[in-house]
């Protein structure tokens, strides 16, 4: 029995061996991504198939080799044969703990490396793949990958069986590999059947799942590894093979499964819980309950419920149905896979950032400065109509250098827009959302290179934001978005973070500079106009005197006129007059003592330092009425 036991192990390793030929030679024609994988699982199940028939082949002369020197042993009854070395009297025994010792953890080495590099680069190959499967060689790949999958289930599943029932441990690890391979060419050939189906990508998807479970295999190889160093060596005690993988077991004998929760339970509850009918009858009918599960998971998605405020598209077999446009409410389809649905939250009202990345402690500041950075914000070429001049510094003198019509500014800008074309939403574009986030990227670095720094953050603002939503819109519109633009603010317009302090100075400076102007504006028209006033006030006054000393002058000639005739009628009264008249003008601010007698002698004694009121002499006496004169 041992010597077909080693035969069924050459068998799965010849069939492992041609089949994994065959598959890689009939992938590389087909092009197909679940081929690639399912022919790496090949090659690692041909390796694990040959790892397993040489450690037979160990044991196995080990076994005859022990037979001989038993029989020896009987023939001679005792010899100096047997005091030699173990070494030497058992060769094979040796050669097999040798094999054991080194070959088989470096061999499990050698297989985690395999899986997980095998892992690793298959996913990033498919990643990038753009390669299809040919409509004309997909019927014939799909026709070999079901016989490559009938073949190995049948050598796997009796070499599954034979090691059960003789628990041969060697015979476990090809078999279940032989067998988890016979499940993943009938994968793959359920993947290139979907191609086949107007699925283009169900070879993509059967593709990353086997590059998923070949990743899981090493994780598992990778824990059997190091419980392997802190595992107890007991002397004469039969291990498992580190190679012989628990999950390939798994999943290509899932009733290994239901045996082993069966002996759990029984050893928990105390008795033959696995004897039960019940247990029987769920034993017995477990295909059936869970293809009774699977169906009513199935007819589940027929049903497909579309919320308030949202529209959903409505795909057959990958392809958008005529008309499949769904409003909000309950709507029947045909089950998963055949039928998809995708929601879009079309009167939502949805914002995306330009410029920067909403921070949440620097949205919940209540303060926010330009020199203290408080988003991850980038940085826009802005036009700058004032020339700047800055120091060369390389230069030994005091040159200048003219610096180019350019500044840095950043920008913080809310776009808002509103999805009212489903359709063209979904299918138009790739990726609708990220393409109009850069369409609004790039209408913003445009506008801002043509615009001045100074009037983009003062009177500019809400003109450069209506702009910006009509440029945006437009490409939106160029590129079928089916999508429109609400608002479009400027809301967080300041130089870069590093530079905002000198530009504030900057700012403070021009600021300084035009009240000074305006100051010396002002100075100048008060001074203007005050020295208009005081010549136009000069210029009447002079006027004025002139006219006065003109008028005087003429007075005075018709008088010296008018002097003539009254001198030649009456010369002596003319002189008296006159001389009273001067008399009384040169007298004007002069003290008069008047004496009313002309008898008497009189001492008048004046007293030059007593001052006189002035309205005590003047007195005004009126005049008697029986004084005046009739």
Request: with cysteine; charged share 20%; proline share 4%.
């Amino acid at each position: 029995m041992e010597r077909n036991i080693q035969k069924n192990g050459l068998v799965n390793l010849v069939a492992a061996v041609v089949i994994f030929i065959a598959t890689f030679v009939l992938t590389s024609y087909v092009r197909s991504l679940a081929g690639q994988s399912a022919s790496i699982f090949l090659g690692l199940a041909a390796l694990v198939a040959f790892a397993s028939w040489f450690q037979m082949r160990l044991e196995e002369n080990e076994r005859l080799e022990k037979l001989e020197l038993d029989e020896l042993a009987r023939a001679k009854g005792g010899s100096a044969l047997f005091d030699a070395k173990e070494s030497e009297v058992f060769p094979a025994r040796r050669a097999r703990e040798q094999f054991e010792k080194f070959f088989v953890p470096g061999f499990a080495v050698l297989l985690l490396l395999l899986e997980a590099g095998g892992a690793w680069l298959l996913w990033r190959w498919i990643a990038k793949a753009t390669t299809v499967i040919a409509p004309d060689r997909a019927m014939p790949a799909l026709s070999l990958f079901a016989i490559f999958a009938l073949l190995l289930f049948l050598f796997g599943r009796f070499s599954v069986t034979m090691a059960r029932l003789e628990n041969h441990r060697l015979l476990r690890p090809s078999a279940s590999f032989i067998l988890l391979g016979a499940y993943i060419c009938f994968a793959t050939a359920l993947g290139i059947a979907g191609v086949q189906a107007e699925f283009p990508k169900a070879d993509l998807y059967v593709a990353k799942g086997l590059c998923a479970l070949l990743g899981l295999m090493a994780a598992e190889l990778l824990v059997a590894l190091l419980l392997e160093i802190y595992r107890p060596r007991v002397k004469g005690k039969i291990s498992r093979p580190i190679y012989d993988s628990r999950f390939a077991g798994l999943l290509g004998q899932p009733e290994s499964l239901f045996t082993t929760a069966a002996q759990t339970i029984d050893y928990q509850f105390g008795f033959n819980v696995s004897e039960t009918w019940f247990f029987q009858l769920v034993k017995k009918n477990l295909i059936v309950l869970l293809l009774a599960q699977f169906a009513v998971l199935i007819f589940s998605t027929c049903v497909v419920f579309v919320d308030a405020g949202e529209q959903a598209v409505l795909e057959r077999f990958g392809k958008p149905v005529v008309g499949g446009v769904l409003t909000p409410g309950a709507h029947l389809k045909l089950p998963w896979p055949a039928d998809r649905v995708y929601q879009y939250r079309t009167e939502q009202i949805q914002t995306f950032d330009v410029g920067y990345a909403p921070d949440a402690q620097s949205e919940n500041a209540g303060t926010i400065l330009w020199s203290v950075g408080h988003a991850k914000e980038d940085n826009f070429l802005v036009g700058n109509r004032e020339p700047v001049t800055i120091k060369d510094e390389n230069a030994d003198t005091n040159d200048t250098l003219k610096a180019p019509p350019v500044s840095l500014i950043t920008v913080s800008i809310p776009v808002q827009f509103q999805i009212n074309d489903v359709m063209a939403w979904a299918y138009n574009n790739t990726d609708p959302a990220n393409l109009l986030q850069d369409l609004a990227t790039r209408a913003v670095v445009h506008y801002l290179a043509g615009v001045d720094l100074n009037d983009v953050m003062s009177q500019a603002r809400l003109e450069a934001a209506q702009t910006l939503r009509d440029q945006i819109q437009a490409a939106a519109d160029a590129h079928r978005l089916g999508v429109k633009i609400l608002f479009v603010g400027l809301q967080d317009i300041h130089p870069p973070v590093k530079v905002a302090g000198d530009y504030e100075k900057v700012v403070g400076a021009e600021q300084t500079k035009l009240a000074k102007i305006l100051d010396a504006r002002a100075d100048a028209i008060r001074t203007n106009a005050l020295a208009g006033a005081l010549a136009f006030t000069t210029t009447n006054i002079a006027s004025a005197t002139r006219q006065r000393l003109e008028v005087q002058a003429l007075a005075r000639a018709a008088l010296f006129t008018n002097q003539i005739p009254a001198f030649a009628a009456a010369p002596s009264v003319y002189r008296q007059r006159a001389y009273f008249q001067t008399f009384a003008a040169a007298t004007a601010n002069s003290r008069k003592y008047i004496l009313l007698v002309t008898n008497t002698d009189d001492v008048v004694i004046f007293d030059l330092e007593d001052k006189i009121r002035e309205d005590l002499l003047n007195l005004n006496v009126p005049s008697s009425p029986n004084n005046q004169s009739p």
